[in-house]
């Protein structure tokens, strides 16, 4: 036919969910900082010398959810309505968990992820001075409610 | 003095580096998706539904390390001249590795990163239909080289 | 416990608005750019050497109603469903005044006053070659409608 | 009364669409890029030197699709519910076609159209040190379903 | 191996432009947007409905150059160092001329282009509910200068 | 000639600074947000209910620093390469300082306002809910320094 198409299974596309029903979603998704004794002491004393890094990391993680169509490419953009970043510095370094919810035609799954690595990422930048070693680990979905499938729990299944 | 200042050493601010020299400078950051055998074999076979998943991680992962400055608060905008990133599957998901070059006044390790987890999140988001328990782990800094503190490896120090 | 809780009153967050109504809400602010004569007869004359300062100011004020979300950082994304702006230069400089309207789950206060802020934004970077010392002041919401406190005026409170 | 304004007429705004139904609404626009024969021998042999330049031209376009109301100062911010970019290499170039669907409160045509530029963009950057003289030619709307107005078919009219 | 990887050929990067020399290079791109004659009309007559439609076209593609690097996956960011954007009514709609000026390490014909082809989306925008079936076309690179290839001109080959 | 050019003198262009030398630049402005004295007590009590307002302010305004190319359509995107954002809550309100230093082709005054006035939105965001009448006012550049003008300082001209 004159035509090279690229494999039509596998071109990438924005699902339409044009049809699909607003109702209220939440999805919270966890992570964890590995830093070093030292860097945990800082956070823990609030000397980071480049400043109060765990309120960078919350609105860091806070802007990334909103951020998310932008940086996931075929996510749609979304109505976030609530999001919570919640920090505990563990002696292992910075424990992180995210919850978004919203009112509309998608899960909010890729936004609480997105939001926690942000987080990650606007936490490691604050002390990669003390600790350049530092990890992101074990960033995944915890819970997810609404919308067509209902409630999903990690290691749990649905309902 | 009428003032309420916060606590001054706690107040985050961009570190001057206006001062700094510019010379070439790259950053190699890694990363793990833990997936489910049934997304390992999608993506093997490349049968995943939403389309092509490396590939738009792969993309995901360069934009995202051009976006690193509107993600991370304190970051300096820089100008990124290179960046690869290589997708790997295995049997336990896909390992993920960036580099990023510049010839810039500071070091490019948080690109690096960024350019990891956004390739990560995208990658999750393809396959998520498939596996709603993708892990993204082992996120990390392996190697740096240029600048004033000359090459830096995990685990082995500078030189 | 081990853990380090940043003060829980001080942690920010995006407030939950999933569960407020859809509705039809305006919001009008103001604001003034104050010039000096030669700046002020540039504009009236059309001479501003860098173009049009006006409608460069006015659909930089647009577009930034429409940006809000990225720049404020617990705002919640919202649909700007009409932006007016209007810009009339007085002896004393530029009036800004814009209405944003929306039908959406919150207020549109603080895209009406992101968008006058970044109509004055514009405005100075036309002019600042004239008048470098362009002063913005008295950027304010004068008006709100809809939502569930209702009607709010200036200095006359609600209904 | 001491004001100059900008002629009212000519003022620029976004149209206020808060009233207007939220509906199903789709719009599908084209374009070509004109390439020489070696370009469409690299796209057809899958040896572009940058990459696979497919797959990047149709992220570019879903991506794009979504930062609509970034780059056209006065459209409205619009829930982007699907989009489907199909591309195909032909002897004279690429084709490519873009669908966006939503349920919203304004029309889909602008979001299509941006939607195919970007993707020609994206194709463009990866071909052009083959072909720098690539050319992109005949974007438009070539129908659109939904709204208050109804069907419009390119050449044919409403219904 | 165990690996599966993506077609190494194939794999998008961005080509890193580090040991480039910093120099200062322009390119040149135009376009046409093909309109009916009550829409050229109007734009003569300044009296599209809308608001001033050439002013709004200028300042998206001045926006849209600054862009490029947001809207093509693998444009390295660039210091746009000045951009001019000309816009001419004629009998068969709006021709558009970009001009992107950088001292930096790669070519801004991409830049060029972009800034074209928002200013025509801005434009189209202005007008389309006049002329519903507007028509970007013949978007292309006239001339690039500077950088290791030096002079280019259309039609004409390098020097 | 067949051509409506708009007025050649009114058209906005991005001035050409390519051929400026690279220096290092230094702009400060400042502005107050004027606030009632429950805000005021709000924010010396650290009692604001949406959380850290003054951390919030502060990252906002860095973040908004180095989107002063987005927001202001004329301006030159800029390596931003130190933001220093002090904020004193005052009996009056809070008084915002900002500092931002880059070695460029340009001055920094565009970006020390921006951060401001993103400093300043980012607060009244925040205390809204206390004081819905917050007023920002007298945002305005305060010195200068490098570049071929050389120091500026408000008041006291150059030297």
Known sequence: SGFTHLDASGAARMVDVSEKRVSTRT???TGRVLLGAEAVAALRGGTVPKGDALAVARIAGIQGAKRTPDLVP???PIAVHGVEVDLAV???GVDISATVRTADRTGVEMEALTCVMTAALGL???VKA???GAEV???RV???TGGRKGHWRRGGGGE
Do not use: F
Request: charged letters at 40%; a negative charge.
């Open 74 to 76: 075929l996510c749609h």
């Open 124 to 126: 490691v930048d604050m």
């Open 142 to 144: 915890e819970e997810k």
């Open 27 to 29: 999805a919270t998704a």
């Open 130 to 132: 003390i600790d350049p």
């Open 90 to 92: 563990v002696d292992e």
């Open 137 to 139: 680990t074990r960033v």
